[in-house]
């Protein structure tokens, strides 16, 4: 089998080379069989008539086709950089609120506590045995009766 594949390869190869050969040396048109038709010859004119009247941009390039991902785009400091930084300053500015709004709060043992708040079943295995593994004595309490 293989040799039968190798032979075929063979013949068809040199026939291939000369067929490409040609199509680079012909101006005729760039597209063969089915992808000759009207409107890929329609839009490869507009793609030449867009590269021969582009205007260049800054770095001497001219305009690209955006379609194929080669369009010019932002550099990613440019946005992306001004934006962390809106971001950061608009977190402070959350943070020092809630705490400035936290100091109007009673105290912590003033606080109520409701019935869903700290539920035990058993005590945890660390610590004193009342307080979770994320618990905060800034902000959490647990009234003991």
Not at 20 to 29: D, N, P, V, Y
Not at 41 to 70: C, F, I, L, W, Y
Not at 93 to 121: F, G, I, K, S, V
Not at 122 to 140: A, I, L
Request: with cysteine; glycine share 6%; proline share 6%.
């Amino acid at each position: 089998m293989f040799p039968q594949r190798t032979m075929l390869r063979a013949m068809r190869s040199p026939a291939l080379g000369r067929t490409i050969q040609r199509r680079l040396a012909s101006t005729e048109s760039k597209f063969a069989g089915a992808e000759d038709n009207a409107f890929n010859r329609e839009r490869q004119a507009v793609k030449d008539h867009a590269a021969a009247t582009s205007v260049p941009t800054r770095n001497g390039e001219g305009v690209r086709d955006v379609g194929r991902g080669e369009g010019l785009t932002l550099r990613p400091c440019s946005a992306v950089i001004p934006c962390l930084l809106i971001s950061a300053a608009n977190a402070y500015n959350l943070w020092n609120e809630h705490w400035a709004h936290w100091e109007h709060m009673p105290p912590l043992e003033e606080r109520p506590e409701y019935p869903y708040q700290n539920l035990r079943t058993r005590n945890f295995c660390w610590g004193d045995g009342d307080k979770t593994f994320f618990w905060n004595d800034k902000v959490n309490h647990h009234k003991k009766d």
